[in-house]
């Protein structure tokens, strides 16, 4: 079993849909929580950062994290085709002196006009 | 663009050969992490590197090995290919060892072993 779980999709929705991305994960030790979107034939880039358990949002984007549960969401809301690509939860426990990242296997989404 | 170089964009060799992936990180960065991304195993840690030091290792192959030489640029060799090596091999930077923070990931290498 993989330290992080991740729905690879694809998921398909209209311009304009609230998208939901979850990742579910086994280490409890994990603090850090991270959304990249990597678009195609490039590298991720960071989208959202939490630092434990808690909502953060950015414009039309909130990350939520619940440890008790070991499951973290992403939420986009007004979907743009712009946002097509994949979305990659990570995370980090921060600890051992080393911010190494582990990741989800990551969700391809397609937002059409 | 995050600042992050990395060399060649791609490579195409054949099994058994050995090759050597380049890294420059961001300006004034002193991690340096390796990740290797495949269809079946998605985004893996390899291993990092602060100011030269080996400071994590992931599920890296014996076949694989790295280091960062003094002015922070890493190299990746991975020797002895076989076709299942073939994957994206991206390396990040970011500006300190642990805790939290962010990692700006290059462009990628993109190894194919025929």
């Known amino acids: 079993q993989k330290e992080v779980e991740q729905d690879p999709g694809p998921l398909s929705v209209p311009e304009g849909a609230i998208v939901s991305l979850n990742c579910t994960y086994s280490n409890s030790a994990f603090q850090y929580f991270m959304w990249y979107r990597q678009y195609s034939r490039k590298g991720p880039e960071l989208l959202m950062y939490?630092?434990?358990?808690g909502n953060k949002e950015d414009g039309r984007f909130t990350a939520q994290v619940d440890k008790s549960s070991k499951y973290i969401s992403l939420f986009i809301r007004d979907s743009q085709p712009s946002d097509s690509a994949t979305y990659l939860c990570a995370m980090s426990s921060g600890s051992g002196n080393t911010g190494k990242l582990i990741f989800g296997q990551g969700t391809t989404l397609q937002v059409k006009p | 663009d995050s600042g992050v170089t990395q060399t060649p964009k791609h490579l195409i060799t054949a099994t058994g050969q050995r090759v050597t992936l380049r890294c420059s990180p961001r300006s004034g960065d002193l991690s340096v992490y390796w990740y290797q991304q495949s269809l079946d195993q998605g985004l893996q840690f390899l291993i990092q590197?602060?100011?030269?030091?080996?400071?994590a290792k992931g599920n890296i192959l014996e076949r694989f090995s790295a280091q960062q030489f003094p002015d922070l640029h890493s190299e990746l060799n991975l020797s002895s290919l076989e076709l299942g090596d073939s994957a994206l091999y991206f390396c990040?930077?970011?500006?300190?060892?642990?805790?939290?923070?962010?990692?700006?990931f290059g462009p990628g290498t993109r190894l194919t072993v025929l």
């Open positions: 590197y602060y100011n030269g030091e080996e400071r």
């Open positions: 990040a930077s970011s500006s300190r060892s642990g805790g939290y923070n962010e990692q700006f």
């Open positions: 939490t630092y434990s358990s």
